[in-house]
């Protein structure tokens, strides 16, 4: 008894030290970003509680940076990013998981490949790429969008968990479907993808995650400051306030908050699909 | 289920087809390309470049530079993967308990992973002020204050640390879903014998979660190799390139001195070490689990 409750006091006291580690610094931008004009960011001791708590700090930012029209950007990338990932995921995992075709092993080859060559290696030929395609915010919004989204609408990732996803639905489902006259296509839109509908919402909120975070891409194509995405926007804010602190505190947390929510609400999502398709494979 | 008799030989590859366009088109014709660009020299005239073979191969050999950011590379695996293979593994431990609020701290420890790399490299790069509060702790302990991001001696390990911190739930979640498969009559047994915590964790639970530490291993090491936005907005690979990384050369040669062939070699190079690496781990794991 003893023991137990020593144990579970240690516990305790080692898990609190590691939120504090992990939300820490997001608690102290935030309490940053409620400071006052007047009162020292500086301060020794730092003072973790403003003296007067003020959203000046949250307008200010607000109305200097266009951060609607960052999240309006980021939402338009990540939706598109999303659907492209599901459809194109789910048909492709399709044959992989029941058919036997010719080139059947090349495919597995060539995904494994993607994952292992990172993104750096091929971005300069991809951005010359996609300048040859006119995928460039320069030639309009939808090329712009084009051009950020493209590159990322399919993941070998994906593919491999939705295969996953099919390789656990028992056949027999799919021969009663035969017998009842249904097509290939059939029975995958109406017997396969209802059943596969949590490896769906598992890959949809993955992707939205690794898309709402995304820097470098964006970065790299776009040119226009209405095209901007949040992570792009918010490092241009940086420079843009170059050090008042306050406001670059308050833009990075508005910039949390649209994934903050997103997180909450789905967070049994994330506690646990995260390794449907990693672990078993 | 025989679907080769069913249906008609073209109709896998009519499934497959979006997807194998995409990935052609925007991985393996660049991928492909990035060899050919790593022949070209862009010095002169970027849209007219010259075929020069392997010279930017040669120039990226002799240049101190680039021996310098594998360097800081190797630095950045050696200190960030073991990190990341052994506190998740504690903390998931840990946390793989029926305590009360257990699941706000699961929550609050994956929080950095899904908050954007650009937010984390602010609120790290607040931390680390000259006046911020990591070196008000500094003081509090009586030491100077330390240039976490100022100083070429520590820069590097600062922004490692934020690669950790950013990593740390990620991989407490691949190790909980791992620890869930460990069954619970071993840890009873393990009780009857007589085997004290840190027994039974080195006895039945290491074991049990080998595959899992090679994965992480694996995706750990591959991630260290790719860092970039930690750099990128914390320090630009500086101060006096003490925490430029291959991959940030990369970046700032093709994009900022349009040194397009010579980043592409530079690329080429890191392609080469890391699908290396991966052979080896892919190996290793192999090799102990048959």
Known sequence: MFRKIFKSLFSHIFLVFVT???????LWLISTALKSKNENI?????????????????????????FAGYIINSTIVAVVTIILNLLFASLAAYPLARMEFKGKDWCFFAMLATMMVPFQVIMIPLYLLTLR?????????????????????????????????????????????????????????????????????TLAIFTFVGCWGEFLWPSIVLTKQEMFTLPVGLNYLQGFFSSNWRFIAAGAIISVVPILIFFLALQKYFVGGQTQGAVKG | MDYSRYCKK????????????????????????????????????????????????FMLFKSALFWKTMLNTLIYLVVAVPLLVVLPLIIAVVVNQKLKFINFYRISIYLPVVVSIVVAGIA?????????????????????????????AYSIYSVIAVTVWKGLGYYMMIYLAALTSVPADLYE?????????????????IPHLL??????????????????????VMTQGGPLNSSMTVVYYI???????????????????????IMFVSVLNIKKIEGRAL
């Open chain 1, 20 to 26: 504090i580690i992990s939300i820490g610094p997001f």
């Open chain 1, 133 to 201: 395609l006119n995928l460039v915010d320069s030639y309009g919004v939808i090329s712009g969008f084009a051009g950020m989204i493209l590159p990322f609408a399919v993941s070998a990732f994906g593919i491999l968990l939705m295969r996953q996803a099919f390789l656990a639905i028992p056949k027999e489902l799919e021969e009663a479907a035969i017998i009842d006259g249904c097509n290939v296509f059939q029975i995958w839109a109406k017997v396969l993808m209802p059943l596969v509908k949590p490896s769906l919402a």
């Open chain 2, 10 to 57: 073209y109709i896998p590859y009519l499934f497959l087809a979006p997807a194998l366009l995409l990935l052609v088109v925007f991985f393996f014709l660049p991928f492909f390309e990035s060899f050919y660009i790593s022949m070209l020299d862009y010095a002169n005239d970027i849209y007219h470049p010259e075929f020069i073979g392997l010279g930017n191969y």
């Open chain 2, 251 to 273: 970046y700032q040669k093709g994009f900022e001195n349009l040194d397009l062939g010579y980043a592409s070699a530079c690329g080429v190079v890191l392609m080469l070490i």
């Open chain 2, 189 to 205: 047994a393990a009780d009857i014998d007589g085997a004290n915590l840190l027994q039974k964790h080195l006895a039945v639970t």
């Open chain 1, 42 to 66: 500086f301060a020794y001791p730092p003072q973790f509680i403003p003296s007067h708590i003020t959203f000046e700090n949250f307008v200010g930012a607000w109305n200097q940076v266009p």
């Open chain 2, 124 to 152: 790290w790069k607040w931390l680390y002020a000259d006046n911020g509060i990591l070196n008000y702790f500094v003081s509090l302990l009586g030491f100077n204050k330390i240039g976490w991001l100022t100083d070429p």
């Open chain 2, 211 to 232: 595959p899992a530490i090679a994965l992480v291993s694996i995706i750990s090491s591959i991630s260290a190799m790719k860092v970039f936005v930690e750099i990128y």
